[in-house]
């Protein structure tokens, strides 16, 4: 299993936001950077990093990124979200020291991107983030609801060769209510290593995740408000 910190950038700083909303946002740090250091110094093997702004639409962190992963990227494996939904966005951000790409949006409303990025970049370095509120996809950050089951979109995109899926439920996302552990299993029986997100608020959790045989897990503010420490969360990873 594997434990992937979550560094979402905002603005240039790391925050966290409780269910996706902008206006919900905490600021945990002002240098993303130096948080990923850190990440890196207490045993990270792996992080997750957002850019929020590129993922609302309202602008973009590629500096603050292009730093990270320059300064980290070949210590700890990269994973890099937000707003990548076109090959011109893919193919920029290709050329960073980043391990794999999270498709979120573009998985609907361009289905056919999928197979053009598996082919431009190999179905290794992508991620499908599927995130569902009452069992619909949503996308564009969040803020827009779609009619397309979580179950259908996640069954299409196996088809086109993804091979990993990153599951959240948006109503736990930032809320430590803990993941949906069950909805994440569900999923990886259609074929895909499932990395569960959203809600983590314990080691309980984690063990959670690691028993019913799920990929990983992203964690978040549990690891800011100091609930349990990275090296902590590693060590149950084996």
């Given at each position: 299993m594997d434990i992937l910190p979550a560094i979402d950038i905002r603005n240039g700083r790391a925050v966290r936001l409780k269910q996706g909303e902008r206006a919900r946002e905490t600021v945990y740090h002002e240098?993303?950077?130096?948080?990923a250091e850190q990440f890196v110094a207490d045993g990270a093997r792996w992080i997750h990093v957002v850019d929020l702004d590129r993922a609302f639409g309202d602008g973009e962190n590629r500096a603050a990124i292009a730093r990270l992963t320059e300064q980290v990227g070949r210590m700890v494996r990269i994973e890099l979200s937000g707003g990548i939904r076109s090959m011109e966005t893919l193919q920029e951000v290709a050329a960073l020291p980043v391990a794999r790409f999270v498709l979120g949006t573009a998985l609907v409303a361009d289905p056919e991107f999928v197979p053009r990025?598996?082919?431009?970049?190999?179905?290794?370095?992508l991620v499908a983030g599927l995130d569902a509120r009452d069992g619909k996809i949503a996308i564009r950050g969040w803020v827009e609801s779609t009619d397309q089951s979580l179950d259908e979109v996640a069954r299409r995109v196996?088809?086109?060769g993804i091979?990993?899926?990153?599951?959240?439920?948006?109503?736990?996302d930032g809320m430590m209510t803990g993941p949906d552990v069950a909805g994440a299993v569900r999923l990886s029986a259609l074929g895909a290593r499932v990395i569960a997100s959203g809600g983590v608020a314990s080691l309980e959790d984690l063990i959670r995740v690691r028993d019913a045989g799920l990929a990983g897990v992203i964690v978040g503010r549990a690891i800011y408000e100091g609930r349990f420490t990275v090296k902590e969360a590693v060590g149950l990873s084996a």
């Open positions: 240098d993303p950077v130096r948080l990025a598996v082919a431009e970049v190999g179905a290794e370095r196996i088809s086109q091979q990993t899926i990153i599951y959240t439920d948006v109503a736990r």
